[in-house]
């Protein structure tokens, strides 16, 4: 078991027992590229996490050790000097963060290490930051609210690591709660818990094996387009102050302002942000054939208005669809790569799993990797 391994090596290590702690990866079920929207979005904590074995010292040091990595970090100061271990940067990051609250750290040890797959989309940097700073905030008695955590999990990543993430994966990593899934509005940041009973059904996760080139520089320009979009549309309402504000009635009657480009990203979000309330009366109904159908329709929009995805994820979804008991499928994340997203009927997982191996291979000619995974609870400690 990973918790007792990574125990084990902390006490090998620091002749210590520690105090044990454990964050979440993430899945976001729809609500893709509305974040930066002011929109809404749907994710939700899995069951794949990062534990954390932690304990102060009076040495005045950080000692880290990655399990993963197989790799050792000591320092005395909080910077972003970390010799190539770039591991390290997330957990200096929240040190950092910590510091600059006025929180004095004079010293931790840490071992940690964790089971969510790296390259997924599963958002493991969030998972060590807000893991890091829920264990410091545990150990120090800094009484720093979860909801803070997670805001400062995103400074350290935009600080430190300089990805300037949204707030939906810090949130979900702290706030996931199990058979629950998160709308969280990425304005207000005021969120509602919807069930997702998992008794009869199955997400899957299948790893497309392309990595995100081109991710950066299109996700930079789709920002870009959607303000485009915004500007336009204030000349006529000037309560548009994002996507999120914009009505479809209102981009029709002004459909001949835009490019044709820029008249499909913005009805693609106002689209997308319809769909997540749609999908949230779905599960208070329980109609998950309903929501299977939503996501769907979340990845031809994605595809098709937003241009974000790639023949691979295209090809996983049309694979899903010729699958007896496979509900919904999409691209998940920023797209051009990573992984889609696959809800499935408990008892048809084999025959999924035997379709995509035989249908799909990596661009390296591999088998995919498919990952199930279920929806438990956020940040904590581990007893």
């Not at 620091?14 to 079920?29: D, E, Y």
């Not at 040890?109 to 998972?127: E, H, K, M, Q, T």
């Not at 629950?180 to 069930?195: A, E, G, M």
Request: glycine letters at 8%.
């Amino acid at each position: 078991m990973k918790i007792e391994k990574i125990k084990k090596a902390f006490a090998d290590r620091f002749q210590q027992q520690p105090q044990v702690f454990s964050a979440p990866g993430r899945i976001n079920l729809i609500g893709e590229h509305t974040d930066y929207n002011d929109g809404f979005v749907l994710p939700a904590a899995i069951d794949k996490s990062i534990v954390f074995a932690m304990r102060p010292n009076s040495k005045s040091l950080f000692r880290f050790y990655s399990m993963d990595y197989d790799e050792y970090l000591e320092t005395a100061e909080i910077s972003k000097n970390v010799g190539g271990k770039t591991w390290a940067i997330y957990l200096l990051g929240v040190l950092d963060q910590f510091q600059k609250k006025g929180i004095e750290i004079p010293g931790v040890d840490c071992v940690f290490g964790g089971d969510i797959p790296l390259g997924a989309g599963l958002s493991s940097s969030a998972a060590v930051e807000c893991g890091f700073a829920f264990g410091l905030n545990e150990l120090f008695e800094a009484n720093i609210s979860k909801f803070e955590i997670a805001l400062m999990a995103q400074k350290a990543e935009h600080k430190y690591a300089g990805v300037m993430c949204g707030i939906m994966d810090q949130f979900a990593v702290m706030h996931g709660k199990q058979n629950q899934v998160i709308k969280l509005d990425c304005r207000s940041l005021d969120y509602t818990y919807f069930p997702f009973d998992m008794r009869d059904y199955r997400l899957l996760l299948v790893n497309t094996g392309v990595k995100h080139a081109l991710a950066a520089s299109e996700y930079n320009k789709r920002r870009s387009e959607c303000e485009a979009g915004v500007n336009i549309l204030q000349q006529y309402d000037d309560s548009v102050n994002a996507l999120r504000d914009a009505t479809i009635e209102l981009l029709t009657n002004h459909k001949n302002e835009f490019s044709p480009t820029i008249y499909k990203r913005c009805v693609y979000v106002v689209e997308e942000n319809i769909r997540v309330q749609q999908a949230c009366d779905a599960l208070v109904a329980g109609d998950f054939e309903l929501f299977g159908k939503l996501m769907y329709r979340s990845h031809e929009g994605l595809k098709d208005k937003y241009e974000v995805s790639c023949p691979e994820l295209d090809s996983l979804v049309e694979i899903a669809r010729t699958v007896d008991g496979v509900l919904g499928s999409r691209m998940m994340g920023g797209g051009f790569g990573g992984c889609a997203i696959n809800l499935v009927e408990r008892n048809k997982t084999t025959s999924f799993r035997q379709s995509v191996i035989e249908n799909y291979q990596t661009p390296e000619g591999e088998e995919p990797q498919i990952i199930e995974v279920s929806i438990e609870d956020g940040t904590g400690k581990l007893q």
